[in-house]
């Protein structure tokens, strides 16, 4: 049986010796596995089973829950700390509220492999100020582009530069979008054109012009009432941790 690629998104003790895992298998989906006998085990081996690791892995069963047999971390990475472990945090409460069980998406897979490469990547030594300011900006702009990536797998993928009507965005214009209706012209409307427009720069691949604080408050306020649509009257308990820590945020 050829080996699984594989994330941890979530675990909890389960009786005297087990660990119940929520897994993110590449070429199963969001998958619910039990790893028997590893807490207390000789080896350590449930530290190896923890989330941002990427696994090697092979599982048995065909359950709702299946039996983890064999695991090898790939790739050992150190434990985001700070505003970085609240984003790791944020990334896999979002997967695991929102992913279907047992359907893969490979495209989301791998866009989330390089943006947790991109998370547990120490900065650069020099200039530190400057570093940290421009890869705030680039995590921010990865972010809402996994977002976006997000929510067209689950099946709303918005074009950004078009209203419902067929015409095209503009900058100066003002806007309402949801999930539903998608994005729709209105003289008060919260978002401006300038917004969408840099949102779906980020769709495509670039993040030119998103330097503006501003432009990033409203980029993520946007994302976030859309991903509240899905998240119904319970929001992420990593949103409070990240407000209380973020002014803004």
């Known amino acids: 049986m050829a080996p699984l690629s594989a994330f941890v998104l979530h675990r909890r003790a389960y009786g005297e010796k ?19 006998r590893v807490r207390g085990s000789r080896g350590n081996r449930q530290a190896e089973l923890v989330p941002y690791q990427l696994l090697e892995l092979q ?13 090898e971390i790939q790739r050992l990475s150190p434990a985001p700390v700070g505003n970085d472990a609240l984003v790791g945090l944020y ?18 897979f791998e866009h989330y492999r390089l943006l947790l490469e991109f998370l547990l990547s ?50 100066d214009g003002r806007y309402v979008v949801d999930l539903q209706g998608g994005v729709r012209a209105l003289t008060d409307g919260p978002w401006s054109g300038r917004v969408l427009q840099s949102l779906a720069a980020l769709q495509q691949g670039t ?28 929001p992420l308990a990593a949103w409070g941790m990240i407000r209380q820590r973020t002014p803004g945020g």
């Open 207 to 234: 993040s030119a012009n998103q330097s503006a604080l501003e432009l990033r408050r409203q980029q993520r306020q946007l994302l976030r009432s859309l991903l509240s649509e899905l998240l119904g009257d319970r």
């Open 18 to 36: 087990d660990l119940l895992l929520e897994l993110w298998v590449r070429e199963l989906g969001r998958v619910p596995a039990m790893a028997h």
């Open 122 to 171: 120490p900065p650069s030594p020099a200039n530190l100020d400057a570093v940290a300011e421009d890869r705030g900006q680039q995590l921010e702009a990865r972010l809402r582009a996994f977002e976006l990536t997000l929510l067209g797998a689950l099946g709303y993928g918005l074009d950004l530069l078009h209203t419902q009507g067929g015409m095209a965005v503009d900058s």
């Open 59 to 71: 599982l048995r069963g065909r359950g709702e829950v299946r039996s983890l047999q064999h695991w």
């Open 91 to 108: 990334l896999n409460e979002l997967l695991v509220r929102l992913l279907p069980r047992q359907e893969p998406e490979v495209e989301l």
